[in-house]
């Protein structure tokens, strides 16, 4: 693809260390796929902010070999994917910046697993008791600086009291600020250490106690409102069940983990459950809610040969499925952990702040130093005035509140997408879907329903019989998983016969030797080049095509011998979704290898007015590279499968309806689970207010910044107003942020079409 994403999963934590408590709430351990055996997880017990994994990867961008690395903030770990030779060379790396990596031998070392959940309530619960502690001696010591002489045994008192405040507030940040600064690293916690260390040395011990409290306890708020962001797709594996009622040997029934049901097993489900695996029915019909995977609202009717998918609902009948998906392979994980690699690719703005923090960290404590060493000079303040208004800034000017800003707001517009089912493969895609201008739409199966019928056929050829010519075409037909090929199977419903040296011919039909004749099934195109086409059978083909139906020859060596004309009707909703992506300024266009009449036909009822028909793979391919010349930003939405180079060259591609298609997972950049073709529109949308959204944040962020850093110098404000602003300032980007997440749960404004309602994920789940 044009960006490839990070293999692993990696976790949104906050820039300014949750380490107070464990405040931070334990995360599912890194996936650790192995290849050679050399994808190894470590815990690295000073890595919690995204800051910190920036100075990782920049550690590790001289070593050579590293495949991928996976980082999970909340839990503190790394997964570096690379060959075992390589891995010594990059912890060497690593620990050269300060940090000390320690393996994981264990999932449960990461600090999951069982009880994970009862773990981040402890931790948090151990947080809160502990500030509010280092509060009640920050408020004693402030106190004492008010209300008790000012005798030196009072003095002492208040800077014990102090100390013991900042001591239960601090000791981390501390911990990692000296560390920090021992390594060169100037970061948020190397500004906190230096500055409450500062103003406890000029005598502001009470006020130092009572910043350290507060801005403790406003991370610990702070890594909680981050913790929704992180987990807003980790609760969609609530949806699959834990168990699953599984057929014995013997025919008995017995309930047993669904981790443990293995491919081929028949499972049972009743009215009213939730399917704990994918697979196909083999037994019973109902109507399954499948909202949760694919965001269609109406019930799906399932009976024998129907798929279906974990963490979908059961409505009515009892149905038995043969699993053809383990747990961990179920369409449902793929989706979470689809998004979890998201999470981790790095989004352009994301890229823009991370290096702007980078420069802006270090000219902070520059200017704190001018303004500490020249102020006295330049104005009329005393050193220990200078000195204060240094240490002001140096609280203003933490980074966190500009630096968490992008990967909560980009982790919630990627929940938000998922939940409408809309599955987005990066940030970068997120972001860059504001700017398409133009979309590329497949006819088959995007724009149409994508399931032909056989509507008529006829001899040709006067030299044979009719049921000759439907038992051969019916036998290359069914060796084909095109739409076309299935509908003429179907349509036919005749037994077959054994065809040799069968051979598809991509973007023109089939060929092979059915009892040791060859015989092609085709398109005009096919026909054409084969040099068989006449004008009768050119005027025959004209009247077919002009109604909208793909027409499929069967040719011998020497003539053409039968016509197939097959119709997919246009999907009631695509108009109305050409429709909303037109009112955002973005141009349809439909690329289809059907034959041009057909492709006009459809594409006038749909209201596309560029319609480029008779295309062959690397004719769309070519079609993709024009409209990007001639519009700018372009997608392209098909399958996944036979419009692969089209989706790769496309700037953003789109696989419609790809619920359990591993291609389609793995060709698109952004699936779309189930076929409604609203949601490209919604992606667009959702993109823009992600766009809008990060903008405010990072405004709002280095606004204030600016508005303090004046006050500081020239107003007098204190370093209780500057840890105020600075993480309320924080609070309320990710609260900000997180307004996204509601953008999940709403309608689209256009309604459905009155005979298909829309597929509504939203009215499904609240």
């Given at each position: 693809m044009k960006n490839p994403q990070p293999t692993l999963d990696k976790t949104i934590a906050s820039?300014?260390?949750?380490?107070?408590?464990?405040?931070?709430?334990?995360?599912?351990?890194?996936?650790?796929?192995?290849?050679?055996?050399?994808?190894?997880?470590?815990?690295?017990?000073?890595?919690?902010?995204?800051?910190?994994?920036?100075?990782?990867?920049?550690?590790?961008?001289?070593?050579?070999?590293?495949?991928?690395?996976?980082?999970?903030?909340?839990?503190?770990?790394?997964?570096?994917?690379?060959?075992?030779?390589?891995?010594?060379?990059?912890?060497?790396?690593?620990?050269?910046i300060g940090f000390d990596p320690k393996e994981i031998s264990k999932p449960g070392d990461s600090g999951d697993g069982s009880g994970a959940h009862s773990d981040q309530e402890h931790g948090f619960s151990s947080g809160i008791t502990r500030l509010v502690f280092a509060l009640v001696f920050a408020f004693g010591a402030e106190s004492l600086s008010f209300l008790a002489p000012d005798t030196q045994p009072w003095q002492i008192a208040g800077m014990v009291i102090a100390v013991i405040g900042i001591w239960l507030a601090g000791l981390d940040t501390y911990m990692k600020g000296f560390f920090a600064l021992r390594h060169g690293k100037l970061n948020i916690n190397a500004l906190m250490t230096v500055a409450?260390?500062?103003?406890?040395?000029?005598?502001?011990?009470?006020?130092?106690?009572?910043?350290?409290?507060?801005?403790?306890?406003?991370?610990?708020?702070?890594?909680?409102?981050?913790?929704?962001?992180?987990?807003?797709i980790k609760g969609l594996l609530d949806l699959a069940p834990e168990t699953a009622e599984v057929r014995q040997t013997g025919g008995?029934?017995?309930?047993?983990?669904?981790?443990?049901?293995?491919?081929?097993?028949?499972?049972?489900?009743?009215?009213?459950?939730?399917?704990?695996?994918?697979?196909?029915?083999?037994?019973?019909?109902s109507a399954i809610n499948q909202a949760p995977v694919t965001g269609e609202s109406i019930p799906v009717e399932k009976t024998i040969g129907d798929p279906v998918f974990a963490g979908t609902i059961n409505e009515s009948g009892s149905l038995e499925f043969e699993v053809t998906a383990v747990a961990s392979d179920s369409t449902l994980a793929r989706i979470i952990h689809a998004v979890e690699q998201a999470q981790g690719s790095r989004a352009p703005t994301q890229r823009f702040v991370d290096k702007f923090s980078a420069i802006y960290t270090p000219a902070v404590f520059v200017m704190a130093l001018a303004v500490a060493l020249a102020g006295p000079l330049l104005f009329d303040w005393t050193w220990l005035q200078a000195i204060y208004k240094?240490?002001?800034?140096?609280?203003?000017?933490?980074?966190?509140?500009?630096?968490?800003?992008?990967?909560?707001?980009?982790?919630?517009?990627?929940?938000?997408?998922?939940r409408r089912g809309i599955l987005i493969k990066g940030g970068t895609y997120l972001e860059e879907a504001r700017k398409l201008k133009a979309v590329a739409l497949d006819k088959t199966g995007t724009?149409?329903?994508?399931?032909?019928?056989?509507?008529?056929?006829?001899?040709?050829?006067?030299?044979?019989?009719?049921?000759?010519?439907?038992?051969?075409?019916?036998?290359?037909?069914?060796?084909?998983?095109?739409?076309?090929?299935k509908a003429i199977t179907v349509g036919l419903n005749l037994s077959t016969h054994d065809v040799d040296a069968f051979e598809a011919l991509p973007g023109r039909g089939v060929k092979g030797a059915v009892a040791g004749e060859d015989y092609v099934l085709g398109n005009h195109r096919l026909i054409e080049e084969r040099e068989q086409c006449s004008a009768e059978l050119e005027a025959l083909l004209k009247i077919h095509e002009e109604a909208g139906r793909t027409v499929t020859l069967l040719a011998s060596n020497e003539t053409v011998l039968a016509l197939f004309a097959v119709a997919d009707t246009i999907k009631a909703s695509s108009r109305a979704a050409i429709a909303d992506l037109k009112a955002l300024g973005?141009?349809?266009?439909?690329?289809?290898?059907?034959?041009?009449?057909?492709?006009?036909?459809?594409?006038?009822?749909?209201?596309?007015?560029?319609?480029?028909?008779?295309?062959?793979?690397?004719?769309?391919?070519?079609?993709?590279?024009?409209?990007?010349k001639h519009y700018g930003l372009t997608g392209m939405t098909g399958d996944g499968i036979n419009d692969a180079p089209a989706l790769a060259q496309a700037d953003i591609g789109f696989a419609m309806g790809a619920a359990g298609t591993d291609i389609a997972m793995e060709a698109a950049d952004v699936v779309i689970m189930n076929d409604d073709l609203h949601r490209i529109a919604t992606t667009v949308e959702l993109s823009r207010k992600t766009h809008a959204v990060l903008w405010q944040n990072i405004s709002f962020a280095i606004g204030i910044k600016v508005v303090f850093f004046y006050l500081a110098i020239f107003s007098g404000a204190t370093m209780w107003m500057a840890v105020f602003a600075d993480m309320g300032a924080s609070l309320l980007v990710v609260a900000n942020g997180l307004r996204l997440l509601r953008s999940g749960k709403k309608a689209s404004a256009r309604p459905a079409p009155a005979d298909e309602p829309r597929a509504d994920y939203e009215r499904s789940t609240g």
């Open positions: 820039c300014c260390g949750h380490a107070h408590g464990h405040t931070s709430q334990p995360t599912d351990p890194p996936q650790m796929p192995r290849k050679n055996g050399s994808a190894t997880a470590y815990r690295i017990a000073t890595m919690d902010c995204s800051a910190e994994e920036s100075e990782i990867r920049r550690a590790l961008e001289p070593v050579t070999g590293i495949r991928s690395l996976g980082f999970q903030l909340g839990a503190r770990t790394l997964v570096i994917d690379a060959p075992t030779d390589v891995l010594p060379l990059a912890l060497t790396a690593i620990r050269k409450v260390t500062g103003a406890f040395l000029i005598g502001q011990w009470a006020e130092a106690a009572m910043v350290m409290a507060l801005y403790a306890i406003a991370e610990l708020i702070e890594a909680r409102a981050v913790d929704r962001a992180r987990n807003a008995n029934w017995h309930v047993m983990p669904a981790k443990d049901v293995s491919l081929g097993t028949i499972v049972r489900i009743k009215p009213g459950e939730r399917v704990a695996l994918d697979g196909t029915v083999t037994a019973g019909a240094a240490l002001v800034l140096l609280v203003i000017a933490c980074p966190c509140a500009l630096v968490i800003s992008t990967p909560v707001t980009v982790v919630s517009g990627l929940a938000a997408a998922a724009i149409t329903s994508g399931k032909p019928e056989l509507v008529e056929w006829e001899v040709i050829s006067p030299n044979v019989s009719k049921q000759h010519v439907a038992a051969i075409a019916a036998s290359l037909a069914s060796r084909s998983d095109h739409p076309v090929s973005v141009t349809s266009v439909m690329l289809t290898g059907d034959n041009s009449a057909t492709a006009r036909t459809i594409g006038h009822q749909a209201g596309i007015e560029d319609v480029r028909g008779n295309l062959l793979p690397q004719d769309k391919l070519a079609a993709i590279q024009e409209m990007q």
